[in-house]
């Protein structure tokens, strides 16, 4: 008895502590990643091009939802706030004095960090529907303060200046769409890693215990409130890092667009749908219902203005009826287990 | 013999119910101390203040000489002190395993080196079969030993353990009495909640009996099985009649 203990405890041991993905899962994930990069060059046309670069960034800015929601367990509505910081970031430097976008980005993620910090302190030790009214309602006015903010160019907006004169240091490129296509690419790419790596650390082990179960975090030293607003901060600063991208993609402001609660929306959407709390959820989310709205818009004109809406209405019913975990639980989970099995 | 716990005049009140009154006890380093009393005495929630997880109303503890009375509850579980609890609260969508590296990563940050105190852990509480299913998907009985897993990989000083017995298979009990016992001779303190006066009778040093929030005996077993009050608060009925 007790030497097969023993024995089961040594082969424990030896075990992988992250199970290696089945050889298909793998296969699929290279096929993917070339899929990625040739895609400029198998669709050469602009729209394609540009709802591709769509979906690489919603991937981001809905994993940067994920990390709150499924990784710590807490339901934003204000999202949008950082999208916004991030675009505004960038550019009120910019346009201002001439400051490249790169620094702007940087700035953008100081003061997401910081916003995260004074948003989340205060309202996540708020349970659940809570913290949730009260991001929707800080997101909004957020929103009221840049429309009426004169130097940020109010409810007009602002334009970022054109200056042809070095792309990667102005972040513009006239003309093509496939460098805005790579850096669409490699931010999703960083932005995924980061996740990967939070997943598997310490901190990532902390908040999945605290979403599950915040008592028994507690009395196992974790520290609940401060995990929350630590998630909170990373989540924002991805998702400024996305707005930076977006305001020198479209090269426009508007902040009735940049801190709409419809992005807000839009990313628990994609995440919920992909699977809230995988880390692949959000990217199959926005794989699926960006190119759905971007197609109907086209194919449907004026007309159709909310038919995607629709459409999304009707596939959230559906997974929650069927699969309230996501797409990606179908399989993520088998794998997990498979791969833990192999003994 | 040196003093872990030292808890002086608890008091909780909800509303017009008084949890615990004026509770006093202590418990000396490697001791077994055993809580019993019917349903509704104010154990769980006694665990509860001393672990800060519900604000005292009055009275004070002492964890080795320094106050922890109102210390936030994980810096009180990183001073040393872990606990179960009566509702169990396993990490559902993690694994066995990864239930029990969130407990081994408050004394490291290496993935690695809690993994590795983790499945000791588990191989300890006798789990380490199910160490790759998900928490969801144990027995009650398993969720027990996950979760006394779960607190040990800490490497606690002092363990408070609600019901480890309750509501589970009779064939299992022996088992989890020899763990607690195990545990005692690694040097681990234990204050343990329990039904099952049987039990109680036989692993505990001292044994405190609550009867509707109050203290109504605390010492030796033998003591407190013949204290006329603990014979009166589980036997009343019957005494009253003879």
Redesign the interface.
């Known amino acids: 008895m007790a030497s097969d ?1 023993a024995r ?2 040594e082969l ?2 030896f075990e992988r ?1 992250w199970p290696r993905p089945p050889l298909w899962v793998m296969g699929l994930g290279a096929a993917m990643a070339a899929f990625l990069l040739a895609y400029p060059f198998i669709f050469p046309s602009q729209f394609p091009q540009h709802v591709m670069i769509l979906v690489l960034l919603y991937a981001v800015m809905a994993q940067s939802w994920n990390v709150v929601a499924g990784l710590s367990g807490q339901i934003s509505l204000g999202h949008a706030i950082f999208f916004g910081i991030g675009a505004y970031a960038a550019t009120v430097p910019f346009a201002k004095y001439g400051i490249t976008p790169w620094i702007g980005l940087l700035i953008g993620m100081v003061l997401s960090a910081l916003a995260a910090v004074a948003i989340g302190v205060p309202t996540l030790r708020l349970r659940g529907h809570y913290f949730a009214i009260a991001t929707l309602l800080i997101g909004t006015s957020v929103q009221i303060v840049f429309q009426r903010w004169d130097w940020v160019g109010a409810a007009s907006g602002l334009y970022v200046p054109i200056n042809r004169t070095s792309p990667w240091l102005y972040l513009q490129f006239h003309g093509s769409k496939v460098p805005y296509y790579y850096m669409a690419l490699a931010i999703a790419a960083a932005g995924y890693l980061l996740v990967w790596k939070l997943r ?3 901190l990532g ?2 908040l ?2 605290l979403r ?2 915040p ?10 409130a401060r995990h929350k607003v630590l998630a909170f901060v990373i989540s924002g600063m991805m998702m400024s890092v996305a707005g930076s991208f977006y305001g020198q993609y479209v090269l426009v402001l508007d902040p009735e667009r940049l801190f709409s609660t419809d992005i807000s929306i839009m990313v628990l959407l994609m995440t919920v749908l992909g699977g809230s ?1 995988t880390l692949w959820g959000p990217a199959v989310g926005a794989a699926i219902l960006i190119p759905m709205s971007e197609y109907s818009r086209i194919w449907f004109g004026g007309t159709g203005r909310t038919i995607d809406l629709i459409v999304y209405g009707i596939l959230i019913t559906l997974v929650c009826m069927w699969r309230p975990h996501g797409i990606m639980s179908l399989f993520e ?1 088998r794998t ?2 498979r791969g ?2 192999r ?1 | 013999m040196t003093l872990l716990l030292d808890v002086k005049g608890l008091t909780k009140r909800f509303g017009g119910l008084t949890a615990n009154a004026d509770i006093t006890f202590d418990v000396n380093a490697g001791e077994i101390v055993g809580i019993i009393g019917p349903n509704g005495a104010g154990k769980s929630t006694l665990f509860d203040l001393i672990t800060n997880f519900q604000p005292v109303d009055a009275g004070r503890v002492f964890l080795d000489g320094h106050e922890i009375t109102g210390k936030r509850p994980d810096h009180i579980a990183a001073l040393g002190v872990a606990r179960t609890f009566q509702k169990l609260k396993p990490f559902p969508d993690l694994t066995v395993t990864e239930n029990v590296i969130v407990g081994a990563l408050a004394r490291t940050a290496d993935m690695k080196v809690a993994r590795d105190q983790a499945l000791e852990a588990l191989a300890f509480v006798d789990l380490l079969e199910k160490r790759n299913h998900f928490a969801r998907e144990l027995s009650t009985g398993q969720r027990k030993r996950l979760e006394l897993a779960r607190g040990l990989a800490m490497k606690p000083r002092l363990i408070l353990m609600d019901e480890v017995t309750g509501g589970v298979d009779q064939r299992t009990i022996p088992g989890l009495v020899d763990l607690v016992l195990e545990l005692k001779r690694r040097g681990v303190t234990i204050v343990t909640i329990e039904h099952n006066m049987q039990v109680m009778m036989r692993i505990s040093d001292r044994i405190l009996a609550l009867y509707a929030g109050r203290r109504i005996a605390f010492g030796r077993p033998e003591e407190v099985r013949q204290d006329p009050a603990v014979v009166d608060a589980y036997l009343g009925a019957t005494a009253d009649a003879a």
């Open positions: 203990h089961m405890l424990a041991r502590l598997r650390s310490r082990f902390r999945q215990a599950d179960e008592d028994a975090a507690a009395s196992l030293g974790i520290g609940v709390g989970e997990r287990r833990g099995k003994t």
